[in-house]
T-cell receptor, first 116, second 114 residues
């Protein structure tokens, strides 16, 4: 199993450009997440998808959109990139246990984004 | 704002010594988890402690949880160079959809000196 994969690994954008970060998992997990990691800020949740067909905002959703394409794939789109979106982006997934929810998240290797 | 705040922000110890990191949080939780992040990599889950547990062990890891003080500690015994990484606590609370949503702290950067 590849686990959680992300593409691209690194990207440089100019202010105003758009791009989509791709994420896929092969663990048959129901829930998927997008985080950004900035120095001194830890990980902050951008959006998540509890199950296929649902998405919800996290802590810092402004400037981003997401699509849960199917159970495996969850993409993050920057419509008009800004320098403040320079960060490392991580995708994660977890299994949905229902009411007993005790689950861990599995992370991808990250995408390093630089917006000039 | 961050739910979990780790202390210290950075820690350097000699190989073989024990390393202790602390995490404080603000609201009620279902469980608390610790993750490790090696430089340039994604996070890897280490251990989970439930809100009704006080202590848990996994190999060289020992985690304690004090819900009255809203704090947790991670102890790594007999440290090794390979333990050099950043360590994050994450608190789990129910989301609107019924699964758990994790909120991560800012991390402790641990350096093991050979």
């Amino acid at each position: 199993n590849a686990g959680v994969t992300q593409t691209p690994k690194f990207q440089v954008l100019k202010t105003g450009q758009s791009m989509t970060l791709q994420c896929a998992q092969d663990m048959n997990h129901n829930s998927m997440y997008w985080y950004r990691q900035d120095p001194g800020m830890g990980l902050r949740l951008i959006y998540y998808s509890a199950s296929e067909g649902t998405t919800d905002k996290g802590e810092v959703p402004n400037g981003y959109n997401v699509s849960r394409l199917n159970k495996r794939e969850f993409s993050l789109r920057l419509e008009s990139a800004a320098p403040s979106q320079t960060s490392v982006y991580f995708c994660a997934s977890s299994e949905y246990y229902g009411r007993t929810e005790e689950e861990t998240q599995y992370f991808g290797p990250g995408t390093r984004l630089l917006v000039l | 704002s961050q739910q979990g705040e780790e202390d210290p922000q950075a820690l350097s110890i000699q190989e073989g010594e024990n390393a202790t990191m602390n995490c404080s949080y603000k609201t009620s939780i279902n469980n608390l988890q610790w993750y490790r992040q090696n430089s340039g990599r994604g996070l890897v889950h280490l251990i989970l402690i439930r809100s009704n547990e006080r202590e848990k062990h996994s190999g060289r890891l020992r985690v304690t949880l004090d819900t009255s003080k809203k704090s947790s500690s991670l102890l790594i015994t007999a440290s090794r160079a390979a333990d050099t990484a950043s360590y994050f606590c994450a608190t789990a609370a129910l989301s609107n959809f019924g699964n758990e949503k994790l909120t991560f702290g800012t991390g402790t950067r641990l350096t093991i000196i050979p």
